[in-house]
């Protein structure tokens, strides 16, 4: 009987190792695709920034003068999953630069790294907000992917606002959190398997990504949104996350959501919150 427990275990393993390689290939395989023109409401001019040796698509808006937000979506998405933030903004007055992340949309990159390679983007879509809007106070709201990948660039003082929306704190919790949801407890066990793939398929190390590190050198204001039913990133997490960061640093957590798109789901809730944030630091009242 145990000899028996001991193959079937072993077979577990095995199968389990050829499922986890063919999602780590899907998971990194890059999402790229034409995203088309940028919804005529917002008045937006399409970009290229030169970001090494990648190159970084995006639309770019202008405000009033009054301040910039760089929006960065989630893995697997595009910038139209930002493009009704970017209307809100712009109507608030400031300028908007929404891009692809390396490897989706019309961004080139061979790999999704999770924030690692992505964050080169950033920088280079920040360094284009500070060349064209000199003067101005720049904002960033990242969810997800692109609230790694901004935390992943260590901006410093090169921004004056931050939001992150549902970030994960460790690529091993995030990979383990979600193989859990799919496969029960068999998932976490199952999910280190998955983590020792990035170095193969993307040549980034696991420690490479770990922004509940990163957020420690944040110099600018912050604000940490996450779900209370947040699956992919539980709550605790984005506690954990939010008391790394350095003040000041306000959190909201949304009763009742999970990992979702908090502007589609309680939109006017969203744009008082996000829009008095980056008001009091974007557009200081001494200024």
């Known amino acids: 009987m145990a000899k028996r427990s001991l ?7 095995l199968l389990g190792a050829g499922a986890m390689f063919g999602v780590g290939e899907v998971l990194s ?7 088309g023109p940028p919804p005529p409401e917002l008045f937006a001019t399409p970009v290229l920034i030169p970001a090494g040796d990648a190159l970084v698509a995006g639309w770019v808006a202008r405000g009033a003068g009054s301040g910039a937000v760089l929006l960065l979506h989630a893995v697997r998405k595009d910038r139209r999953q930002m493009q009704d933030r970017a209307m809100f903004l712009n109507r608030l007055g400031y300028s908007v630069l929404l891009i692809d992340l390396q490897a989706h949309g019309e961004s080139t990159g061979k790999r999704v790294t999770f924030g690692a390679l992505e964050a080169q983007g950033v920088k280079a879509a920040l360094a284009y907000l500070k060349r064209n809007l000199p003067g101005e106070r720049i904002g960033v709201i990242g969810v997800s992917l692109g609230a790694a990948s901004v935390v992943l660039s ?6 004056d606002a931050l939001v992150i929306e549902v970030m994960y704190p460790t690529i091993e ?3 383990a959190n979600r193989m859990s949801m799919y496969m ?4 976490a066990w199952l999910a280190p398997l998955m983590v ?3 170095p193969l398929r993307t040549g980034v190390e696991a420690d490479q990504l770990r922004p509940i590190e990163a957020v420690k050198s944040l110099a600018s204001p912050v604000f940490v949104i996450g779900g209370t039913t947040d699956r ?6 984005t506690r954990r996350i939010f008391a790394a960061a350095p ?3 306000q959190l909201w957590m949304v009763q009742g959501k999970g990992h979702e798109n908090f502007h589609e789901v309680v939109p006017a809730e969203y744009e008082k919150r996000v829009g008095e944030f980056l008001q009091k630091h974007l557009r200081p009242a001494n200024r």
């Open 247 to 249: 003040e000041p640093k």
């Open 232 to 237: 992919h990133t539980p709550e605790a997490e």
């Open 154 to 159: 260590k901006p410093g003082r090169s921004i």
């Open 196 to 198: 020792a793939q990035l």
């Open 29 to 35: 395989t890059p999402y790229r695709h034409s995203v």
């Open 173 to 175: 919790e995030a990979t």
């Open 184 to 187: 029960g407890p068999p998932g």
């Open 7 to 13: 193959i079937a275990f072993a077979c577990f393993l």
